[in-house]
């Protein structure tokens, strides 16, 4: 009898025990969308307070400055107190001069790592080097800079004579290389996730391997590959660093890499330093060069969605 009492609390314990567990994972259950909409949230209204902190800062260097001038003027030389002239046209050039040589760099050599890795390596090369292209993408950008200045240029120097110390050349080729590995990883994973029935039924019918890859696996993950370019480009464009170091602070409208020149991230952090008083027309004019960048890196974005939704309604 004193069993079956023993038994019969036991059992009740139990029951209370299972009920108190209910409880507490239904309050989880409730609490969890909402930690999740807070976080969400706090994501969403940081971008719209970044966006709207360039925008009224960027009305109000517009309200000193006409925008006319802003972009039509060929030169930008803001800290001329009498003579000051904000053309962005020197600014952008040698932001793309850089973008395009860290394109020209980056693109075939990253999708060309990434095919080899995809198709052709054995999974323990796979294993060996797909950790250390992650390592290259880990190396702080001030290390790059340096890299640049003083091995990449004296390297070039020897090529090119006419190369000056601080130029386009030589940070648009260690831009090239900090963004491989970006393009390397993500292409990758793209043109992995590819089904391997794709690749069997494209050898079946006798294709060699290049073949599948170059007119399967490639077309397949177009999508993913393009997003790599995308987010690559958007990475060079914003790079600090390297180009304030290796490039120069000369903003001039040029598009010859062995000349100096100056981006527009290169003159944010140059009018940031400390040096220009707050509420000038010149510490306001960051603001109107960071929303040219945001626009620009925007753009980009936008194409990529339009791309990629092309690509995956065509296969």
Request: cysteine-free; proline content about 4%; charged content about 15%.
């Amino acid at each position: 009898m004193a069993l079956t009492n023993n038994q019969s609390v036991s059992v009740r314990d139990l029951i209370k025990e299972k009920k108190s567990k209910n409880s507490t994972n239904q309050i989880v259950e409730k609490m969890v969308p909402g930690v999740l909409f807070v976080l969400a949230l706090i994501s969403i209204l940081t971008t719209v307070g970044i966006v709207l902190t360039l925008i009224f800062e960027t009305v109000t260097f517009f309200s000193r400055v006409s925008i006319v001038e802003f972009l039509t003027e060929k030169e930008w030389y803001p800290f001329f107190e009498e003579s000051a002239t904000y053309g962005i046209g020197a600014l952008v050039s040698g932001t793309l001069l850089i973008t395009v040589i860290a394109i020209i760099v980056a693109v075939p050599i990253g999708l060309a790592a990434a095919i080899f890795l995809s198709e052709y390596a054995s999974d323990r090369t796979r294993r060996i080097i797909k950790p250390i292209l992650e390592v290259l993408a880990g190396i702080p950008t001030i290390v790059y800079g340096f890299f640049a200045l003083t091995f990449v240029t004296p390297l070039l120097q020897k090529i090119v004579p006419d190369l000056a110390l601080f130029n386009a050349l030589s940070p648009g080729i260690v831009v090239g290389i900090m963004i491989i590995p970006m393009i390397a990883s993500l292409s990758e994973d793209a043109m992995s996730s590819v089904p391997n029935s794709m690749r069997e039924g494209a050898l079946a019918l006798g294709s060699t391997r290049f073949e599948v890859t170059m007119k399967v696996i490639v077309p397949a993950a177009m999508s993913g590959i393009v997003a790599s370019f995308v987010l690559g480009i958007s990475r060079a464009i914003g790079e600090t660093m390297i180009v304030s170091l290796a490039g120069g602070a000369t903003p001039k409208l040029t598009f010859d890499p062995t000349e100096s020149i100056q981006t527009m991230t290169a003159y944010i952090v140059q009018v940031s330093g400390g040096d220009v008083g707050y509420g000038t027309t010149v510490y306001y004019s960051i603001y109107a060069v960071g929303m040219t960048l945001f626009l620009f890196t925007l753009i980009l974005n936008l194409l990529a969605q339009y791309i990629s939704r092309r690509f995956r309604e065509e296969y």
